[in-house]
């Protein structure tokens, strides 16, 4: 079968990330988390004071993108690519709680979500990638042949989100996480640009109960019936 998009959107800390990556190098594909980069336009506005207490201008916001370059290099010990900011990498910084604080405010901007769309859109040119985030599925791939959307009971995906968040040695309370989970899940479906939906074609993903290898074979056997379908179109 010719390489697919696969479009993996879904709330906040349901472990899309982790199926991506997990798929992408089972299929031999590229993995885009595009989540990384409005985290890293967010850590962009915090380090140059763009925003400060969780206040901005939209119209400050806007006028700093043209000095944003963003760029995804390989990391063989994570299977994965890193984010780099203006040629620093930003990996690390792009997920401490201050950025997830005021990642949705960022992320509401239509002009910040039209960049990224087109970043996004150029690095699925050629099929062969699975991207996550919010809007795959319904914007930024509406043709991808698969489209996942997941979601998890809330206390798990708080847990799973404080465990990750410590293990990278950024200790944080159960309580911050699932505010700002249940506030970010809020705002990401409710914004005008884009908003989280599930896409009428979308399969959905309720991985509260499965485990990591559990849901990539879920996944994977979507993948197999796919090529069973196109094999038959094939036959006709
Ligand atoms: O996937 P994540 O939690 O790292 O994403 C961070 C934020 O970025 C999320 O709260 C909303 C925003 N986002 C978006 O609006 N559209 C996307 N395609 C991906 C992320």
Redo the contacts with the bound molecule.
Sequence with gaps: MPKITIAI?GY??CG??TLAKALAAKLGYSYV???????AITLYCLEHGIIKDGVYQREEVVKILDQVHLSFVYNPHTKASDTYLNGQNVEKEIRQMAV?KN??HI?VIREV?EM?AKI?RAMGKNRGVVM?????GTN?FPDAELKIFMTADTDIRTQRRVDELTSKGNPVSTEEVKKNLLS?DY??SHREE?P?RKADDAIILDNSELNKEEQLNFVLKLVEDLKLVEGLKALK
């Design positions: 959107d906040s800390s899309k990330s988390d595009s989540g990384a980069m409005y985290r997830s990642v949705s992320s979500r990224m996004q996550d985030g919010r809007d795959i930024i970010r705002e990401d884009n989280l």
